[in-house]
């Protein structure tokens, strides 16, 4: 089952999937995205990841096209068969095609017609985090040029991967965003410092994707490990200045930021709040 896709339904060899030109996701970015890690077989979080969805469809103004029966069922048989057993499943929900082109009307910007819904999925490997090394990682900083509806987990990810890609060239494994001086998030993750044993990390806004691993991090692994947490924004000189930097997504769980635009973090390597919270942290997916 290695390369096959969920597209509207069917099941095909990844080759096999067709999906319109005329598609709004291809066209305009018009859909969404989620992206639910699975670790020993197993999805990890899933109803928040569905969630999520939910509320990125909402804000988009796209009707749910499956309730959540069908999703789970949907998402079961094509992850049942799965030969990876530590992998993320992608999903995407664009508006789709239009129903009818017969007017020869086949690409507008205003969303005024009938369209196809289109939900694709695939899956691709990931690592097991329990047999992970946790080493810390470079990040340069950039500034958050991104539309301020960063809350939609939108497919339109021009920006970041633009400034992923910068970062790449630079050796650093991702751009922390800034906003008015204030950090926002990573381009696929949410940034936490550390300063006097203080973990801060920027509260839920339209200015950041509310990350399904932060929220679990929040309110489950701080508070297990017992560390004090404010939920504020923090400016690029705290960041710089803080004892540990660790960013969070779903397919890396928490991962250290030991070199930040050159400059290193607790000597470069990774601090033992950190350390501690990543141990927590794998506990609950093994
Ligand atoms: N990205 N912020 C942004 C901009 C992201 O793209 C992501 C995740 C996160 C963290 O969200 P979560 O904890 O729910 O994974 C924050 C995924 C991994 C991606 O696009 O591949």
Not at 12 to 20: E, F, H, L, P, R
Not at 151 to 170: D, G, H, Q
Not at 171 to 179: F, K, P, S, T, V
């Amino acid at each position: 089952m290695k390369n096959k896709v969920f597209l509207n339904g069917t099941i095909y060899n990844a080759k096999d999937a067709k999906v319109s030109l005329f598609d709004r996701g291809y066209l305009f970015s018009d859909g969404i995205y989620e992206l639910i890690p699975y670790f020993n077989s197993k999805p990890f979080l899933l109803e928040d990841h569905y969630k999520r969805l939910q509320e990125s469809l909402k804000m988009i103004g796209l009707e749910n096209p499956y309730t959540k029966k069908e999703w789970f069922k949907n998402i079961n048989d094509f992850t049942n068969n799965s030969e990876y057993k530590n992998y993320y499943l992608y999903i995407q929900v664009t508006r789709g095609a239009p129903k009818d082109i017969s007017d020869g009307v086949l690409r507008e910007h205003a969303a005024t017609k009938n369209y196809i819904t289109a939900v694709s999925m695939f899956y691709s490997e990931i690592d097991n985090l329990q047999e992970k090394n946790i080493i810390g990682k470079k990040s340069i900083t950039m500034e958050d040029k991104r539309w301020k509806k960063c809350n939609i987990k939108s497919i339109s990810l021009l920006f970041n991967s633009y400034a992923k890609t910068l970062a790449y060239k630079e050796g650093a494994y991702e751009a922390i965003l800034i906003r008015d001086d204030v950090i926002t998030e990573g381009c696929s993750s949410n940034v936490f410092i550390v300063k006097n044993n203080i973990i801060k990390t920027a509260p839920k806004s339209n200015l950041i994707l509310p990350g399904v691993t932060r929220s679990f991090v929040i309110e489950k692994i701080i508070k297990e490990n017992g560390n004090k947490l404010l939920i504020e924004n923090f400016s690029k000189n705290e960041l710089l200045e803080s004892d540990e930097v660790f960013i969070t997504n779903s397919t890396q769980g928490i991962l250290p930021i030991t070199i930040i635009d050159n400059m290193k973090i607790n000597e470069g390597i990774c601090g033992e709040i950190t350390k501690e919270l990543y141990k927590t942290f794998i506990k609950y997916t093994g």
